[in-house]
């Protein structure tokens, strides 16, 4: 009896010890923050720009997100990728960062409802009528794939689901998954940032109107100041000259020249220039080649021509000749042309354009990184000069099955039904756009009258500090798709024909820019990569039972394996004594 009371004692003795040592484990684990991303891309990790950016933040921060409620599993899978990003951010700030889930359409009053919808879209949300599957059927359903990110008296709204279909497919959500962390802290940069840079569109030699680069100046200006400036000859267009200052300062931080079609005077050659020298960066998206579309379309084929633009010099000077050449590529775009008559009626079909090159970027630059094929239209080629201060760097190039032709250039809508012999004759990588960095010489360096070049207010300077410049020898990959019937564009990189955003263009001008402008912050964030892994939903549908069945059967087959084992252990330990006490008897 005394060896059976000292043994529960013993026995109580150390569960209470156990228990106090899972409590003291627990007491001390809770001062404790551990987390480890076991995932293979760190998807759960926030870049070292987000963490820096949050790790800085100053005062509250709060982040509304109208994405929760009764979704499909694709937002519902975006929801949760918003939700491990704002944990992400909070475990960086504690004390700065604050978010919520909101569901906009969980009020039952229909009148509250529409209201709440309109104080969303009055934030600069846009909500989406996507379609959902039900037992009878389908139903329409208002969601807002948005958050609105507010620091101090700033709102700054994000839209986290980047398309306006009813039906957004996967891929579309795994993008916008991809996305979710640069979304987000391209909006806390965007509303934390007291002064931002300015950016301009150079007119008044035939670039592109305002519509035709509304969708990209529109994305451009949720990071910067945007406008248009004309040159007009004048010297401190792009500049001013401070009393006490050697040279000039520049009224922009960067310039887009957007497919001029006229010449340049050569004054306006020489502000731009001296932009340049100032430290000012430059977007160039330049035709080299004039096709003569009204031709095309009336005649069905055009001679495409030299189109002298007087800033090839400058461009020489800086380290890219543009060539006078059309670039022909198997990886086109198509184009619907009506074919001979079928019966009483014309056939429309889809033919290979080989004038509309798509570039597949194959470099790592970020720039480029993870961005979608990007859309040419009648691009050119271009060679890198020798010049020892600029780095060249090809960011887009042909496919392998393209070759280049020499000015003039016959343009047919024939050329879709002939051999054009890409296996035999191509010339393959062909370099369609080339980053330059580096210090830049004036290429009015030695040709300067010695009064100008020694005028104070003038401040002319021949060689530049570090900086950078973007050449693309097309213009229209800025241009975006304009109804002018219904006054209207569509986003940078639609597709007419498949009725959706395809191409990447809109994504690789956005990372231009912030290359240009030095946000590598943002650039690194966008080109991070995470790869989703979606389901086969063909072999969920097939073994849904069976791996139903493992996930409730085999933690219940554990439990009672590990309970038997551990029965078997104690029964074992206790007999082992006795056993022993019999065998010295």
Sequence with gaps: MSTLGNKRLNDLTELLVGIGIVGLLLFIASFARVRIDLT??????????????????????????YLTGELPADLKQLERATRDVLDEMRAVSPDHVQYSFIDPSAEPDEKARRAAYDQLQDAGLVFSSIRV???GGFSEKIVFPGALVTFREKTVPVQLLKTQLRTPDAEIVARSITNAEYELAAAIRQATTRQRPRIAFVEGHGELSAIETAD???????????????????????????????YRVNSYEALI???????????????????????????????????HLDSLRQRQFSMATARELGIEELLFAYGARLNKDLVLDKSCAPI???????????????FPW?????????????IVANVDPVHLKFAGTIDTIGVDSVRKTVLLTSSPLSFAQ????????????MDQGFERRSTPHLPLAVLLEGKFRSAYFDRIPTDFRTDKDVAFRETSPRTAQLVIADGDVIANRVDAAKGMYYMLGFDRYANAKLYGNREFILNAMNYLL???ALISIRSRAITLRPLNTDQVDQRRTWWQAVGIGAPLAISLLLGFLYQWYRRSANLRPLRATAHRR
């Design 336 to 350: 619907e042309i009506f074919t001979q008559p079928y019966g009483n009626q014309r056939k429309l079909e889809r």
């Design 257 to 291: 020249v957007a497919k001029p079609d006229s010449v340049f005077p050569d004054r306006d050659r020489y502000v731009l220039d001296q932009f340049v020298m100032n430290g000012g960066r430059v977007l160039w998206c330049i035709d080299a080649m004039d096709p």
């Design 518 to 520: 030095d946000d590598r």
């Design 133 to 135: 599957k039900e037992k």
């Design 406 to 417: 020499k000015n003039p250039v016959r343009v047919s809508l024939s050329i879709v039904e």
């Design 216 to 246: 990209i100046a529109n994305a451009l200006s949720a990071q910067y100041d945007v406008s248009r400036v004309r040159i007009d000859g004048r010297v401190d267009a792009l500049s001013t000259k401070n009393e006490g200052l050697r």
């Design 354 to 366: 080989y004038f509309e090159p798509v570039s597949v970027p194959q470099s790592a630059h970020p």
């Design 40 to 65: 293979s891309e760190q998807r759960y990790t926030l870049t070292p720009a987000t963490q820096e950016l949050v790790r800085g933040l100053e005062d509250i921060l709060y982040v509304k997100v």
